[in-house]
């Protein structure tokens, strides 16, 4: 046998290989149609990803929604420092920064709600605040704190005068009782209309004033803001991570974003990550063919 004999099946086998693997990974994603002869589907037709795109889309989402991005994984995600710093950060500049705090309580919820809205919630905060206090002077005994009252001011009021001795502390109980009494009814009656105005005139002050000004008067400080706002993420977090989860479709929409995907964009992806790997089983194919060809030698 021959030096060329010899070299001719070695290398035929390993061009055959290096063929025949290059044709089985091009056939992957080609081609991108079926293709038809005489009415009939050629084999193979369209190319393995493009056939089973639904089911990559499937398998995907499966893989992403229920192993890759868990609930555990989200709450990691949600406490790492730099997400928690980005919120924190946020929420800071848009309470805190420095034109904020210069502006109007009432000009800054605006920027975030229409004037309708606004007032309908301005009105529902003054009426829940009427309610309140309502609520707490008919819990309070007027009746009693008036009688107690006004009979130690009227008795202040006559000691070391000639009416000290003349008027009784019986007359005294008389005339207070029935003032606790008819003052408690005429609150009960009308604390709405007596309230109302004072609610809404505070209020009002308070929506003009800087935020500034407000942070002051509350001695709510940046470092105070800071810590209130980390301490809200933290149990935000903490409660509705697994109800955020169970919400966020996240196997669906993996699934639709592949199924909307273009099957030359596939290739591209897939080729980003793996062009190496593919290219490898392509020269491995050469590689086998190559040895083949030398153990058909010997036989």
Same mark, same amino acid.
């Given at each position: 046998?021959?030096?060329?004999?010899? !070299?001719?099946?070695?290398?035929?086998?390993?061009?055959?290989?290096?063929?025949?693997?290059?044709?089985?990974?091009?056939?992957?994603?080609?081609?991108?149609?079926?293709?038809?002869? &005489?009415?009939?589907?050629? $084999?193979?037709?369209? &190319?393995?990803? $493009?056939? &089973?795109? /639904?089911?990559?889309?499937?398998?995907?989402?499966?893989?992403?929604? %229920?192993?890759?991005? +868990?609930? %555990?994984?989200?709450?990691?995600? *949600? *406490?790492?420092?730099?997400?928690?710093?980005?919120?924190?950060?946020?929420?800071?500049?848009?309470?805190?920064?420095?034109?904020?705090?210069? #502006?109007?309580?009432?000009?800054?919820?605006?920027?975030? @709600?229409?004037?309708?809205?606004?007032?309908?919630?301005? %009105?529902?905060?003054?009426?829940?605040?009427?309610?309140?206090?309502?609520?707490?002077?008919?819990?309070? /005994?007027?009746?009693?704190?008036?009688?107690?009252? #006004?009979?130690?001011?009227?008795?202040?009021?006559?000691?070391? +005068?000639? *009416?000290?001795?003349?008027?009784?502390?019986?007359?005294?109980?008389?005339? +207070?009782?029935?003032? &606790? @009494?008819?003052?408690?009814?005429? @609150?009960?009656?009308?604390?709405?209309?007596?309230?109302?105005?004072? !609610?809404?005139?505070?209020?009002?002050?308070?929506?003009?004033?800087?935020?500034? %000004?407000?942070?002051?008067?509350?001695?709510?400080? $940046?470092?105070?803001?800071?810590?209130?706002? =980390?301490?809200?993420?933290?149990?935000?977090?903490?409660?509705?991570?697994?109800?955020?989860?169970?919400?966020? $479709?996240?196997? =669906?929409? @993996?699934?639709?974003?592949?199924?909307?995907?273009?099957?030359?964009?596939?290739?591209?992806?897939?080729?980003?990550?793996?062009?190496?790997?593919?290219?490898?089983?392509? /020269?491995?194919?050469?590689?086998?063919?190559?040895?083949?060809? !030398?153990?058909? !030698? *010997?036989?």
């Amino acid at each position: 046998m021959d030096i060329i004999s010899m !070299i001719a099946g070695p290398l035929i086998g390993a061009v055959i290989g290096y063929l025949t693997n290059f044709i089985a990974v091009k056939m992957l994603f080609r081609p991108l149609h079926e293709v038809r002869v &005489g009415g009939v589907r050629l $084999p193979f037709t369209p &190319g393995i990803i $493009p056939k &089973g795109k /639904d089911r990559l889309a499937r398998a995907l989402g499966v893989a992403v929604g %229920e192993n890759l991005l +868990t609930k %555990e994984d989200l709450e990691k995600i *949600f *406490f790492s420092d730099e997400v928690r710093q980005v919120v924190v950060d946020s929420l800071m500049d848009v309470l805190c920064g420095e034109e904020q705090r210069e #502006s109007a309580v009432r000009d800054l919820l605006l920027e975030h @709600v229409s004037v309708s809205v606004y007032e309908a919630e301005k %009105e529902h905060l003054e009426g829940l605040l009427c309610e309140k206090i309502q609520a707490g002077l008919s819990e309070m /005994d007027i009746t009693g704190l008036i009688n107690e009252e #006004s009979k130690r001011v009227i008795k202040e009021k006559l000691q070391g +005068t000639l *009416f000290e001795r003349m008027i009784s502390d019986e007359l005294i109980e008389g005339i +207070t009782s029935h003032i &606790g @009494v008819y003052v408690e009814r005429y @609150v009960q009656q009308n604390s709405r209309e007596l309230l109302f105005p004072v !609610i809404d005139g505070q209020v009002a002050d308070l929506e003009e004033k800087s935020l500034g %000004e407000l942070m002051e008067t509350t001695g709510a400080t $940046p470092d105070k803001i800071r810590a209130m706002i =980390e301490n809200a993420y933290t149990r935000i977090v903490r409660e509705k991570v697994s109800d955020l989860a169970d919400r966020f $479709p996240i196997r =669906e929409m @993996v699934e639709e974003k592949v199924r909307q995907m273009d099957v030359l964009e596939i290739e591209e992806l897939v080729l980003s990550v793996m062009k190496k790997e593919l290219n490898t089983i392509v /020269d491995l194919g050469a590689l086998i063919g190559f040895v083949i060809g !030398i153990v058909n !030698i *010997f036989f």
